[in-house]
């Protein structure tokens, strides 16, 4: 089988099996997925809290509580985002397209291209693709990985303000209070950058599941046993 | 002999023992320890007169007003005296030519050893003319006086970040007062105004240790290092999920939460919650109704006052107030909308190729 250098295209047959996603990648993953639903269901209810409860302030804690699981679910995805970046050096070439599109080379281009007119039905055939095809890259890349950048560092920010100024949490974030220059812009920033990660799951999941029905490879459990298979062998 | 502090208080007939209550109260709203009011006591006994000059730019005076009503009538006294033997056009007694001598006088003997205070901002549209002090640009005064200047202090929202005339579209082009003298230590004492106890220890602490510890965006630690919302006493009923929802409702009279009547106090940085005002009588939080957020940097171009989420796009664009969730939730609809309708297309072309295979099967 001969793959196209940084597009990822398969230009000649035999098609073969191939191991895409190593374990680090797949359990960050689902892992990323398991706490971002409550990421962004808290984050909701953070930005527009349920109706008020009665009784004595004493006997409850709901809004906190509320607040306890987005922040213990922000530390998980966090540090599991620093797991994938630590992989992405770590790990085979294809633990590296998310945070590296090939943007220099034409080969890549020409495929982003070949991609998108797929997608416009302008293109009957799609192409077989190994890792991720550019432009499902460029999605990641621009709406995820950018997105999940901002919202960890401005959700820092955000958390850091419950320390005092000169506080640890304060030394290690205070610049982005700094940058901004008031807290509401960084919580507007936050709360704005969510609905990336949304749009980009809503795509993400129809494309995953699209490709798995129409393209030539399987996509949906390549991410479950790492492998990449293709539904047409030979050529 | 220079003049000290105390000289100058002795001889306006304070006495010993309130001047070392005013020393003990400004060391107690410091967090400093018993013996910091010594070290103030003895600052004051024995260090020369610092001198102030006090000018006032684009603003409303609210600074001064609140200045003068610090809690203590002996605190405003003793600082009082310490600023108006200067220049503060607005409260001295001399006026006109008679008080411009006084400040030519005062930065000639004081040269590089007094402090400038400023209120208000210089405007710099049109070379400055929206603000005429005395015959000349405000712009030139400040330049001028800040030259020989030991450091500036930034009274109030105005000074500190360009508060209301500075707001979006800002036509006189009012700066704050760090973007036209850069080369001085510059003390930011933001709010509008700011809180009178506050303005009296930003004052002692100068005249008797130098500059504060200051944040990184300038403010002294002492009173902008924690927001509204750490110190709120609301605090409980947020952390309980209990919230105001209209200023008329049950949990309005039951003192709940504001945040979502769009309290600004979670990103808001001043000593409200604690300070308070009016001789620690209240604050906004607590007569009922939300922080506005008014000692942060653009508060005036941040939507509006009743609501979590600030405006963020100019008028024309999603109506006047679109919001975060306005314009997160289009994009997600819009997204969805573009996927349902792809998945069709999708679906119709496959069933049409399908078909026309079979039918080339067919003929086979
Ligand atoms: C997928 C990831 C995330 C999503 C979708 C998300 C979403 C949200 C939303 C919508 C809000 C409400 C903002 C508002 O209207 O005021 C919020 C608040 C907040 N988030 Fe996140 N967030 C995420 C990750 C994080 C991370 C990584 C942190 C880091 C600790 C974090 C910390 C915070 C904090 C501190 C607040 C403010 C809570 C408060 O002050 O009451 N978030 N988040
Ligand atoms: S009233 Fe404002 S400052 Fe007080 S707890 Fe509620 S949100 Fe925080």
Known sequence: M??????????????????????PVRLWHWITVLMIIPLVVTGFLIGDPPSSIGGEATFTYEFAWIRMIHFSCAMIFTVAFLMRIYWAFAGNRYARSLFLPAIWSIAWWKGLFRQLFYYLFLKKEPDSWVGHNPLA???????????????IITGFALYAQQSAWGSGWMVAFGWVHTLFGDAQAIRTLHHLSMYAILVFMV???????????????TVVSTMINGIRAFKTKGH | MTETYYDLFR???????????????????????????????KAMETKPRQPVIWL?????????????RSSHPLVSDVVLSMLSLDYDDTIMAAAGHQAEEQLEETIKKYKGNYILAVEGNPPLADDGIYCIPGGKPFVEKLRYVAKDAKAVISWGSCASWGCVQAAKPNPTQAVPVHKVVTDKPVIKVPGCPPIPEVMTAVVTYLLTYGIPPLDAQGRPKMFYSQRIHDKCYRRPHFDAGQFVEKFDDEGARMGYCLYKVGCKGPTTYNACSTVRWNEGVSFPIQSGHGCIGCSEENFWDKGSFYEHLPTILPPGWGGID?????????????TGAAVVAHAALSAIKQSSSKSSNDKLAAKE
């Open chain 1, 2 to 23: 001969k793959i196209e250098k940084h597009s990822g295209r398969v230009i000649e047959g035999p098609h073969e099996n191939v191991y895409v996603f190593e374990a």
């Open chain 1, 203 to 217: 795509v993400h999941i129809y494309m995953a599941f699209r490709e798995d029905i129409m393209g030539k490879e």
């Open chain 2, 56 to 68: 006032h730019g684009l603003e409303c005076t609210c600074c001064t007003e609140a200045f003068i």
């Open chain 1, 137 to 151: 890259q460029t999605g990641m890349f621009v709406l995820f990985l950018l997105g999940t950048i901002v919202l």
């Open chain 2, 11 to 41: 001889r306006q007939g304070i006495s010993r023992r309130s001047f070392l209550q005013f020393c003990s109260l400004t060391a107690a709203s410091l967090g400093l320890s018993k013996a910091g009011a010594a070290e103030i006591a």
């Open chain 2, 322 to 334: 679109a919001t975060a969730d306005k314009i997160g939730l289009t994009a997600v609809a819009v």
